[in-house]
């Protein structure tokens, strides 16, 4: 079992961002960066899935600058095979392209698995993972919160609005992981120094043409909340008054 | 030929809501190419007779594909059909960011070649360039991007409620036309579906949300925020991250960054303390109502009325005087 997991590197969300001088980008200057917490997911679910057969190979793919690195050696130390970067200036802000790139690097890979996070967190696009299933025409589940894979095919769990669907498939497949599939380990100080050791290859990310930019980037105007209508259940009549009166929503 | 394509969700045989606001949009977007919004309406044998409210919503053209096939979600049945119908010559193909437009659209940009925006909050076509709004950063920022293509149609999903249904006195031209391959042979097959109570309102499409999180002590607890919901009608039931993580409720109940985005007219949020995981999710509701003991919760800061006070006395009393004024209407 050979197993592919996509990963991104982002800035951690519990801050408050300040907007870069270009006006183009946030301003990342003491952000503090680990991998998506959907591919944290992927590649927790991959590990576990090769622990259990006893054999098989788990490879992390990164595409960005070299820091990417960080977060693919952090894959290594929880368990993953090997990685490769997939080095670009920056990460576009084109899904297509990107996808483009990681299925330059999938095609030949003789993969039975590729995985992704269901969306990056930072821009929350959630599509280079479907689009890249489709590019490399296999077999796409999107937004797994279950999957067992076993005697060649996958079964998977989709939540959508109004119910669920447990689906099945034959590998080689794509998938892309929800929550609640797996909680990733913490790298022990065994897996942290064997990583050291596990090969990290780099070369050029074929991007393509880019044909999706970001123009801008600002700041949403702030909510102007923070009106206390009362305590306690003697303040629901003047609440049910206001959503009336004011906000005219009942 | 500067027509726009939009995908019209079908699902349980009805129309979805975001079906008309992604065909409102499609016919403004239209306006600005001068050219025609065309929609694919697909679905198991009936979904044509949702044809008309499409016109009524700003469609020149409904293509209808019945199949008992696209009775469930049929992703690359839909692929192959929107697909094929793109390469007659379209400038923009335009699908509603649901759970299942989230896994559509890029599929079909990947089968087209085509460059996409995805979950836009506003769009716009200047000059040669698709401009959108795009939140990003757990909705923290937002980005404006451009798409400029000559290759292949853009691909762009729009957010939920961020586009409004506009109703005008139209009517469209229906063209019927065959599936595209066999949508019983597809790869990913569907062997069992778990349908949500039927009577309950989608969290996108409700006009009204009560949500509940860690501040209801336990899961049993949550009927609270059922009963608030019933007592209004037409809402929605939702919840936090950390309540769907405890298996409290379904992850697909989950408001927030990583789950849903929601704009309702009103939320209500019922012992949630507003991390900013969960404040992406709603932000942009129209009114907030916070109920939460601590007075400093950060839920308060976001939250048009606030309550301070123990969710077990506060919340039946709203269910009450709710219950109250929908009896006098």
């Known amino acids: 079992m050979k197993i592919a997991v996509c990963i991104k590197r982002v800035p951690e969300m519990d801050v408050k961002f300040r907007i870069a001088a270009s006006g ?82 999938l095609k030949d890979g003789g993969f039975d698995l590729i995985m992704f996070g269901k969306m990056a967190i930072d821009t929350a696009a959630g599509a280079v993972g479907v689009m890249t299933g489709e ?38 497949a794509v998938v892309t992981i929800d929550e609640g599939i797996a909680r990733p380990r913490y790298p022990s100080l065994k897996g942290i120094m064997a990583a050291k050791k596990k090969p990290l290859e780099t070369r050029p990310a074929q991007l393509g043409a880019v044909r999706v930019s970001v123009a801008a980037m600002a700041l949403p105007p702030e909510r102007s909340g923070g009106r206390i209508v009362g305590e306690g259940a003697a303040a629901v009549p003047e609440l049910v008054r206001l959503l009336q009166t004011e906000a005219k929503v009942l | 030929m500067p027509n726009v394509l939009g995908y019209a969700e079908v699902r349980g045989g009805e129309l979805r ?34 044809a008309g409210a499409l016109g009524e919503h700003g469609a020149d053209v409904v293509i209808v594909t ?14 192959a059909l929107i697909a094929d119908r793109a390469r007659s010559g379209y400038a923009a193909i335009l699908v509603g960011a649901s759970a299942r437009g989230r896994d559509l659209a890029p599929r079909v940009a990947g089968r087209l070649k085509a460059a996409m925006l995805s979950d836009v909050t506003t769009l716009a076509y200047e000059g040669g360039t698709y401009i959108a709004t795009h939140p990003t950063y757990a909705g923290k920022v937002h980005a404006t991007i451009h798409l400029t293509t000559s290759d292949a149609p853009a691909v762009i999903s729009l957010r939920a409620g961020a586009f409004s249904a506009v109703s005008m006195p139209r009517s469209a031209r229906v063209e019927t036309v065959a599936a595209v391959g066999d949508p019983n042979a597809a790869r990913v097959q569907v062997t069992e579906t778990t349908s949500a109570d039927s009577r309950k309102l989608d969290l996108a499409e409700a006009p009204v949300i009560v949500s509940g999180g860690r501040g209801l ?23 936090t991250r950390a309540v769907t993580d405890d298996g409290w409720r379904p992850h697909s109940d989950q408001i927030g960054q990583t789950g849903r985005q929601v704009s309702p007219d009103l939320y209500v949020a019922v012992g949630i303390s507003g991390a900013i995981q969960h ?51």
């Not at chain 1, 977060?71 to 297509?96: C, E, N």
């Open chain 1, 24 to 105: 183009r980008a946030i301003d990342e200057s003491g952000l503090k960066w680990d991998m998506s917490d959907f591919d944290g997911y992927a590649v927790e679910a991959a590990i576990q899935m090769i622990e259990k057969l006893g054999t098989g190979d788990v490879v992390v793919i990164s595409l960005g600058p070299d820091a990417v690195q960080e977060v693919l050696r952090k894959a290594l130390s929880m368990g993953a095979t090997r990685a490769i970067h997939l080095k670009a200036g920056d990460v576009p802000f084109d899904s297509f392209s990107i996808a483009a790139a990681l299925a330059a690097e």
């Open chain 1, 135 to 172: 590019m490399l025409d296999l077999p796409t589940v999107h937004a797994c919160s279950k999957l067992d894979i076993a005697n060649g095919r996958g079964t998977a769990r989709r939540e959508l609005e109004g119910g669920a669907e447990q689906v099945t498939f034959a590998l080689p």
């Open chain 2, 17 to 50: 809501k975001i079906a008309l606001e992604t065909t409102s949009a499609a016919r403004a977007l239209a306006d600005s190419l001068g050219g025609e919004a065309h929609l694919v309406l697909a679905g198991a044998p009936g979904a044509a007779a949702h």
């Open chain 2, 66 to 79: 019945e199949h008992a096939g696209l009775a469930p979600y049929n992703p690359e049945a839909l692929t």
């Open chain 2, 217 to 239: 002590k336990a899961p049993e607890n949550f009927k609270l925020v059922e009963e608030l919901a019933a007592a209004f009608g037409n809402a929605a039931v939702g919840a």
């Open chain 2, 279 to 329: 404040i992406a999710g709603m932000r942009s509701a129209r009114t907030i109502v916070a109920i939460n003991k601590d007075p400093e919760a950060p839920i308060f800061k976001v939250a048009d009325y606030g309550i301070v006070g123990d969710v077990f006395e506060v919340v039946p009393a709203l269910t009450a005087a709710i219950r109250e004024l929908r009896a006098k209407a």
